[in-house]
């Protein structure tokens, strides 16, 4: 069940009218930065050994299913929300001196009402001095968990997700598997799936293993991530060595988009710059390997320049 | 067939709905479900409708971990169901 966004905002200043994570305008850069790689996509998942199946179509009828599964596609590669940190819940309902001393352990009460969804259920706890509290979202997570159970989770979350062990995983380059396990185990705004995703996003940087997350659901998140925190240049070099200039300009379009008061925006905005002016414009201004980019967008532009003459 | 499936409905004379604990589980093992059933069955008997469960071992985070499905709690309430006395604790307790 889909639930309602809210703008990731790291910086300490607020801003008047930040553009969200889940803008039409934002949503659309994201998913063209994406790429549709279908053979990526519907990559087999492990299943029986089954001898594949051949079929004899026409022209319309490959282009019939060619389009069908590009719709396919885009429902698989639709984004996982990206919301803020919930807040601790802390809230006592009652308060009964009676009961204390009367019991040896907590009480934990579970709504089991089948048609309430799982934001509004009550759990409430009584504590062996009598304190009548809501359940914080741990104990929320795990009683959901054990009497209405939801395929891919467990009850406790496994030791997987603890951070020596991320740093095994990334030495496999199985970002996008730990990354679907943390989208089954946790919920949105769970400070642990926050924290394995940022710890994720900080790794690929790190070793520019961006092609592993390319065509998967994680790659919009991932660029969020990386603009907020203006770390983007690893991002655009490695776009510019796989020719993908489409991409470059709306990855920053997108930058300016959110950081509007940067001078590269405000150029931008002025002379209206269009394609390679604009990061040669973004270069100068915002990055911090000039060098790098600028020998990568010229080996780009060589590289056209050879392909237009041939 | 009708007079052998009739023979199976067991209709009491006098008696009334009751909202109880029905003790299951294993040796050293108990598990309680919360159940609204007629006065005059066996303990764990057929049932009514179960309404929820208690587990009065705490578990590794020393919790006892209850379930109660409120809506139909509040049906059989408002049918005219009476309480045992463990009953009547456990919902006062949960508040």
Known sequence: QRRVNRAQCPLPAPRPARPAFTDEAVQNLLHKMTGLNLEKVFKSVKKELKPPTYKLMTEAQLQEATRKAIAEAKEKLRMPPVLDEREPIDDVLAEDKILEGTETAKYVFTDLTYSIPHRERFIVVREPSGVLRKASWEERDRMIQIFFPKEGRRVIPPVLFKDEHLVTVFQQDRHEDLLNMCIAQFEPDSPDYIRVHHRTYDDIENHAKYDLLRSTRHFGGMVWYLVNRKKTDGLLIDMLHRDLLDDTTSLITLYHMLHPECPSAQEAKEGNLQGVELIKVFVKTESQKEGYIQLALQAYQEAMATSTAS | ?95
Not at chain 2, 7 to 17: A, D, E, F, N, T
Not at chain 2, 45 to 61: F, I, M, R, S, T
């Open chain 2, 1 to 95: 067939a009708l007079s052998a499936g009739s023979r199976l409905l067991k209709s009491y004379r006098g008696g009334h709905v009751v909202i109880r604990f029905a003790l299951g589980g294993c040796t050293n093992r108990p598990f309680f479900r919360i159940v609204a059933a007629h006065n005059k069955r066996a303990r764990d008997g057929k049932y009514l409708e179960q309404l929820g469960c208690l587990d009065p071992l705490p578990n590794a985070h020393g919790e006892k971990v209850a379930g109660l499905n409120l809506e139909r709690l509040r049906h059989w309430l408002g049918c005219g169901a009476q309480l045992s006395r463990p009953a009547e604790k456990l919902l006062g307790r949960c508040g």
